[in-house]
């Protein structure tokens, strides 16, 4: 069972929203909330001044950009992440072995240069969107779970600290990859929540239960009549596993 307050290390609240809003929806759920995601949406129109910005709050940044491009391009980039102070990094496994080498490689000497700890390079494996139709019309083969769990494998192994996956992959994840990998759900939807375009969504215990370290739950939050209670439910409910 978790504490309360070591819940908190468990969430990420999903900030793709206009920059104020973000910051002032993290400042009222910063109490049970410890990561904020910074995604493609505050990036591309804000830049590092948006991660710098909920950094000045307190937040440990998520900066949530699936680099997948020419190993050189990604090293580049997950270096200038790295000199960000950025917490967590995504990249995506399917760029390969090559790339996700160098992402791993450039993120750690870029911290290393501006003094910070270097950040945890995630590999994304299938989107949580992506129903079993659509992995097999982008030509993946298997089932979102097995082509998830091999994208999965050939991540760790080129050395990435963690990965992306839905809760439901996470419980054979941990089974097969063992407990050193760094396990990231999105697709969190409380009980009784609409899950959108999540096709493969499940409750923050249910993830935790399955060897998730971190949750990341924004709609659920966003939406909310009183997003600070609803922030303080998901932790509890955390906490209880």
Known sequence: MTDVSQARD??????????????????????HVGY???????????????VAAFQKLGARVFLDLKLHDIPNTVELAAARAGALGVSLLTVHAAGGEAMLKAAVKGAR??????????PRVLAVTVLTSMSAE???AVGLSGAPDVAALRLARLAVG?????????PREAEAFRRELGPTPFLCTPGIRPAGAAKGDQSRAETPAFAVRAGADLLVV???????????????SIAEEVSTV
């Open 109 to 118: 000497e870029g911290a290393r240069a501006k003094g910070h700890e270097a």
């Open 218 to 232: 924004g709609r659920p939050i966003h939406t909310a009549a009183d997003p600070l209670s609803a922030a303080r």
């Open 10 to 31: 468990k969430l990420a609240l999903a900030a793709d929203l206009p920059l104020e809003d973000g910051l002032r929806l993290y400042q009222q759920v910063a109490p």
């Open 36 to 50: 904020a995601k910074v995604g493609l949406s505050l990036f591309v129109e804000h830049g590092p001044a948006a």
């Open 158 to 166: 080129a050395g990435v600290d963690g990965l992306v996956c839905s």
């Open 134 to 136: 659509d992995v097999t």
